[in-house]
């Protein structure tokens, strides 16, 4: 019988969660009728501060051969929660959504379809999220597009963190992609195998607001640039060679107004703030992948969980997992 591991990452989601489980384990459960399917939901509880972890429980209390909770010990972040749940999956596809409903399980049949025609990773892409507004939307196109072009990689426009895999590409990500930064609707993308896409309408949320702050969404903007891209540090090498045409222009310049400027002075001024503006950017963007590189010699663990309970199980396990080496 065919597992389906449905993996949802939880952060303070206490007005949705109910209403979620209701929602998926109607679709769930209809597929198991029809199709013979066994399921389960895996919630990864990510450090949340309001009554999701008590709420969970309850689901759990209430349906403890579908549903299993793996609670961090702090807020490690959507991309840690993800994670997790790759790493505690035991399904034979496996299916990434979120709380909110904005991910409408109702598609969740299509999903299964295209992975029974012979895909092995199905990516979920929005055409429509009004709840997000216009500045979110149009800074995600934009995002998209930054990526495709400084990177090798190329993202499906609008791919979002509402995705399937089988078993064959979840282990792969498993065992071999283990950055601490992380970016795994990126990773996806990466490694190959047949992909379908299935494009849809994201609903309105159905409690709560989103979690992605604009500093947020810019740190992980920046985060996937430098994962999937170097271009950013061969800028010092284009940045030189504009800084000597702009030298050349300003020799010109100078040479040609030597009789009538005072002493070279804006020259010397116009050419010192270029250059310190270069050096500067320079800098940054160094700064940006050392400080990738100083994560990763860290080594720390992606996730830490402080309990455990899974589907079939009603014992309590403690756990340290998500190192580096998986």
């Given at each position: 019988m065919k597992l389906i591991s449905v993996i949802i990452s939880v952060f303070n989601e206490e007005g949705g969660i109910r209403q979620f489980y209701k929602v998926t384990s109607e679709v769930l459960g209809g597929l198991s009728e029809e199709r013979g399917l066994a399921y389960e939901l895996l919630f990864i509880n990510d450090g949340s501060m309001d009554r999701s972890g008590e709420l969970l429980e309850?689901?759990?209390?209430?349906?403890?051969?579908?549903?299993?909770?793996?609670?961090?010990?702090?807020?490690?972040?959507?991309?840690?929660?993800?994670?997790?749940?790759?790493?505690y999956a035991s399904g034979d596809v496996l299916i990434f959504m979120d709380a909110d409903l904005q991910h409408p399980p109702a598609l969740i049949p299509d999903i299964l379809s295209r992975l029974d025609e012979?895909?092995?990773i199905v990516n979920?892409?929005?055409?429509?999220?009004?709840?997000?507004?216009?500045?979110?939307?149009?800074t995600s196109r934009a995002f998209y597009g930054l990526v495709n072009i400084l990177s090798d990689m190329y993202m499906e426009p609008s791919a979002s963190d509402f995705f399937a895999m089988d078993k064959k590409a979840a282990e792969v990500l498993r065992k071999d992609y283990r950055e601490k930064v992380r970016f795994l609707r990126g990773y996806v993308q990466n490694i190959g195998f047949r992909k379908a896409v299935i494009s849809y309408e994201?609903?309105?949320?159905?409690?709560?607001?989103?979690?992605?702050?604009?500093?947020?969404?810019?740190?992980?903007?920046?985060?996937?640039?430098?994962?999937?891209?170097?271009v950013p540090l061969k800028l010092g090498m284009y940045a030189g060679f504009l800084s000597a045409l702009v030298g050349v222009l300003l020799i010109v310049y100078t040479l040609v107004t030597r009789g009538t400027a005072p002493g070279g002075y804006a020259t010397i001024v116009i050419a010192l703030c270029f250059m310190f503006a270069v050096l500067f950017v320079i800098i940054g963007i160094?700064?940006?992948?050392?400080?990738?590189?100083?994560?990763?010699i860290k080594d720390r663990p992606i996730y830490i969980v402080s309990d455990m309970r899974l589907s079939g199980e009603s014992r309590e396990e403690d756990s340290d997992s998500g190192s580096g080496e998986g």
């Open positions: 309850e689901i759990r209390s209430g349906d403890p051969e579908h549903v299993s909770v793996i609670s961090f010990s702090k807020n490690f972040g959507h991309e840690a929660a993800m994670t997790a749940g790759l790493d012979g895909y092995d979920m892409v929005r055409t429509k999220n009004e709840s997000a507004g216009f500045i979110r939307n149009v994201a609903g309105e949320r159905v409690a709560g607001r989103s979690h992605y702050s604009l500093k947020r969404l810019w740190k992980l903007s920046m985060d996937t640039i430098i994962c999937f891209s170097d160094i700064g940006e992948y050392i400080s990738v590189i100083f994560k990763e």
